[in-house]
């Protein structure tokens, strides 16, 4: 099984703000990371935070980390169609070999 | 555009059969990572090069091997193919990928169907 786990699916109508949880397991991790799938292409790296941060925020993005529960999320604020993608989680030591992903969570936006 | 490519973006092949998926890294990269993407194992770290050595190792089966070359291209050989190793194959480069953060910059992958 992942050591990452996320939500499978996430659906929300444009212009609303989008959650997405990820649970990890490794307290030691270092990094952590959240990527953006597009059909038929790689994993873009959104952004990441070290574990030693609470919080993150780049454009309409916040990351927020909760390191007493091993819990990420990942904030969009004013969510547009082409936000929607496969959201992974990620989580690795401080060399950042052997990243592990969770299962991705597939975001929808609706007009 | 990520800066990495990846050959074949497509590759169909019956059990058994052995290929060869290349990877060209972002340029002044040095380390390459392989990653399999499948329905039911999600995103599995297989292997890590940097600078032409192997730096560390995952879920990577023993009929499965790669290598990175003096130009720092790195070629993964799947080979004695089974059904289940149809997914999609995608490489990673970072600038030196050891002791220090360094973003991973994927290419967009190869998919492999075993028939």
């Known amino acids: 099984g992942e050591d990452v786990e996320q939500s499978l699916f996430l659906s929300v109508r444009e212009g609303d703000s989008s959650v997405i949880n990820c649970t990890y397991t490794d307290s030691s991790s270092t990094y952590l990371y959240w990527y953006k799938q597009e059909p038929g292409a790689g994993l873009q790296l959104l952004t990441y935070?070290?574990?030693?941060?609470d919080m993150k925020q780049d454009q309409r993005l916040t990351v927020l980390l909760n390191k007493k529960d091993k819990h990420l999320s990942l904030r969009i604020a004013d969510t547009q169609t082409g936000d929607s993608a496969i959201y992974f989680c990620a989580e690795s030591m401080k060399n950042n070999n052997d990243m592990r992903f969770g299962a991705g969570t597939r975001l929808t936006v609706k007009p | 555009d990520s800066g990495v490519t990846q050959t074949p973006k497509h590759l169909i092949t019956a059990t058994g059969q052995r290929v060869t998926l290349r990877c060209s890294p972002r340029?002044?990269?040095?380390?390459v990572y392989w990653y399999q993407q499948s329905l039911d194992q999600g995103l599995q770290f297989l292997i890590q090069y940097y600078n032409g050595e192997e730096r560390a190792k995952g879920n990577i089966l023993e009929r499965f091997s790669a290598q990175q070359f003096p130009d720092l291209h790195s070629e993964l050989n799947l080979s004695s193919l089974e059904l289940g190793d149809s997914a999609l194959y995608f490489c990673a480069s970072t600038r030196d990928g050891r002791d220090s953060y360094n973003e991973q910059f994927f290419g967009p992958g190869t998919r492999l169907t075993v028939l």
């Open positions: 935070i070290f574990s030693n941060m």
């Open positions: 340029s002044g990269d040095l380390s």
